[in-house]
T-cell receptor, first 117, second 112 residues
Framework: GAVVSQHPSRVICKSGTSVKIECRSLDFQATTMFWYRQFPKQSLMLMAT?????????EQGVEKDKFLINHASLTLSTLTVTSAHPEDSSFYIC?????????????FGSGTQLSVL | AQSVTQLGSHVSVSEGALVLLRCNYSSSVPPYLFWYVQYPNQGLQLLLK??????LVKGINGFEAEFKKSETSFHLTKPSAHMSDAAEYFC??????????FGQGTELSVKP
């Protein structure tokens, strides 16, 4: 089946640094990818929709300049947390839609646990 | 606006007992509904989905869910719990464009 690879799985960084998270669709071309954020013991909150070749669409309340999304190719979307602070510590998960299977077919990456010291 | 509500943040059952995880949805249009499972520090795995075909949907690992429009529900069941079923379960509804709106999640514990 379709696979989405997310890297790194865990990252620890100092406050003020930037962290890049990659999301790759391994055997299909994903024109659309989604980025979610999950706090401990809580649900996933959609942050933004990443569209290949165009600007990302952010959900209300998500800082565009804080969470930079780039979807430069049909198989790769990146989320960069800029000037990270401890409150950005969270579990970030990407998902990709396989256009060949319809809108309801989403595949999720394994997530990235970000810890900002 | 679409939303889902999961009743009970934590459910505990004995091994071999029935598993019932509750989910109610709100949607102004016929919804696509999903159940996902998440193991610690991992992404989400699709258990099953409802896309307006059969109202009783069978998924992986012996799980199934029934779409009941009159009750706006999509409860997840499994006849006999296994220790490996212990995880976090999320109900979700799909917005236009493939975006998923997740419920709050239900942590399932299975006692030996």
């Amino acid at each position: 089946g379709a696979v989405v690879s997310q890297h790194p799985s865990r990252v620890i960084c100092k406050s003020g640094t930037s962290v890049k998270i990659e999301c790759r669709s391994l055997d299909f071309q994903a024109t659309t990818m989604f980025w979610y954020r999950q706090f401990p013991k809580q649900s996933l909150m959609l942050m933004a929709t990443s569209n290949e070749g165009s600007k990302a669409t952010y959900e209300q309340g998500v800082e565009k300049d804080k969470f930079l999304i780039n979807h430069a190719s049909l198989t790769l979307s990146t989320l960069t947390v800029t000037s990270a602070h401890p409150e950005d510590s969270s579990f970030y998960i990407c998902s990709a839609r396989d256009p060949g299977t319809g809108n309801e077919k989403l595949f999720f990456g394994s997530g990235t646990q970000l810890s900002v010291l | 606006a679409q939303s889902v509500t999961q009743l009970g943040s934590h459910v505990s059952v004995s091994e071999g007992a029935l598993v019932l995880l509750r989910c109610n949805y709100s949607s102004s249009v016929p919804p696509y509904l999903f159940w996902y499972v998440q193991y610690p520090n991992q992404g989400l795995q699709l258990l099953l989905k409802y896309t307006s075909a059969a109202t009783l949907v069978k998924g992986i690992n012996g799980f199934e869910a029934e779409f009941k429009k009159s009750e706006t529900s999509f409860h997840l069941t499994k006849p006999s719990a296994h220790m490996s079923d212990a995880a976090e379960y999320f109900c979700a509804v799909s917005r236009r464009g493939g975006k998923l709106i997740f419920g709050q999640g239900t942590e399932l514990s299975v006692k030996p």
